[in-house]
């Protein structure tokens, strides 16, 4: 492996854990970290939650966790590129999705409307919580004991929370806060007005370029689109013409592999253009110039930004307002609308949920049936649906 660039974050010179551990005579900190999240329960836990398609029906649609790993893949690929800590960039991208909800976003949506009166639900938020408080794991201590950078990491890898004036950035600059951040433990500072390393800028982007591949490739083995309606779309449109030119003959669903690795291949050589340029350009010479620049560093060029905007624009016409993935959608928002519901006025909880429920009244039982709700299953939301009221969705 290269050595690292100067602003590559450095395993050595870690701000720390919140619990002390002694060293490892052959893993680096980052990938302790990294060996943490994947044997957690949470982790295993995405094989079974919803990407976008909550009928999977045997076509091979991804999950949370095969979109978890894809993302991880790629960060790792653009880390070593731009000679950055790659185990900090796959830690990262493998726990970037540890707080999302059942039943994709549609489940976060309806979470967030129940929690509205005790200050909404955001699944980044919920990562934080999930990697701090909510594994159970350990003798010693709840919560993974990850260092900082990759707590900084989950929680900023799509921009800062606040702004230097105190002021909310970004998405939080509405609504604020989500509740259930004030009370997350880290071993130092977590600094929300400050950018995150550029190992987080990396899993972030990845995570856009996966979703923007597989979504693509998922939604033509449902049949709701097809290549040729991909011909004029940007992005995505000068692939599938240059792919139908030279594999005239070819499968379909061969072309449409073709498409998405060019497209995968073609969006990360652009990233990783653009991004040396950006560093080059903003002077940056150390990991702490990546977190005061006032900028994010790895991005798209602004070509590529805008053929992305426009594909983006796409699926959520095409796809993602689709009836054939809508009419689950209602349902499961029905579904976790209900559960939060029922919890809250039964304390109707299993287990050691049931027991902290009945201890708790008002934000701080809402937090206890929202940590259970966002930390279930797609199937076991649904089972736990027909225990409490004796009935099954009819699209899930």
């Known amino acids: 492996m290269a050595q690292t660039a100067p602003y590559a974050s450095e395993p050595e010179h870690t701000l720390g854990r919140l619990h002390g551990t002694g060293p490892s005579p052959t893993r680096s900190e980052f990938q302790r970290d990294r060996d943490r999240i994947i044997h957690s329960t949470a982790f295993r836990r995405l094989q ?16 949370r966790l095969t979109h978890t790993l894809e993302v991880s893949q790629m960060a790792r690929s653009m880390a070593r590129a731009l000679r950055l800590d790659e185990d900090l960039a796959e830690a990262i991208a493998l726990s970037h999705d540890l707080g999302h909800t059942p039943f994709g976003h549609a489940g976060e949506r309806a979470l967030h409307r129940a929690m509205t009166p005790y200050g909404g639900f955001d699944h980044n938020i919920q990562a934080m919580r999930v990697v701090t408080l909510l594994e159970n794991r350990y003798a010693d201590h709840d919560g993974l004991n990850l260092t900082w950078e990759t707590l900084e990491g989950i929680l900023k890898h799509n921009g800062p929370l606040t702004n230097p004036d105190g002021t909310h950035y970004g998405k939080y600059a509405e609504e604020g806060l989500p509740a259930g951040f004030d009370n997350i433990p880290a071993p130092a500072d977590l600094r929300l007005s400050s950018f995150a390393s550029l190992e987080a800028q990396t899993a972030a982007i990845a995570d856009d370029i996966a979703y923007n591949a597989h979504d693509i490739d998922d939604a033509l083995r449902a049949h709701l689109i097809t290549l040729a309606d991909l011909a004029d779309v940007p992005l995505a449109g000068p692939i599938v013409r240059e792919v139908a030119r030279r594999y005239p003959t070819a499968a379909a669903k061969r072309q449409a592999h073709e498409v998405q690795r060019r497209l995968i291949t073609r969006s990360i050589e652009d990233v990783i253009t653009t991004t040396q340029a950006n560093i080059e350009a903003a002077g940056i010479e150390s990991a702490e110039d990546v977190r005061t620049a006032g ?27 689709h009836e054939t993935v809508m009419a689950p959608v209602r349902e499961s928002e029905m579904v976790v609308t209900q559960l939060f519901a029922s919890y809250m006025a039964n304390r109707d909880l299993p287990g050691r949920w049931g027991a902290a429920a009945m201890s708790a009244d008002g934000p701080a039982l809402a937090r206890t049936v929202c940590d259970f709700i966002a930390g279930m299953t797609d199937p076991y939301a649904l089972d736990e649906y027909a225990r409490l009221f004796d009935a099954r969705p009819d699209f899930l």
């Open 48 to 63: 079974n939650k919803t990407q976008v398609f909550l009928q999977h029906g045997g076509k091979h649609f991804r999950n």
């Open 295 to 321: 900028r994010t560093l790895v991005t798209f060029s602004p070509d590529m930004a805008e053929g992305e905007k426009g594909l983006k624009s796409f699926l959520f016409d095409r796809v993602y307002r």
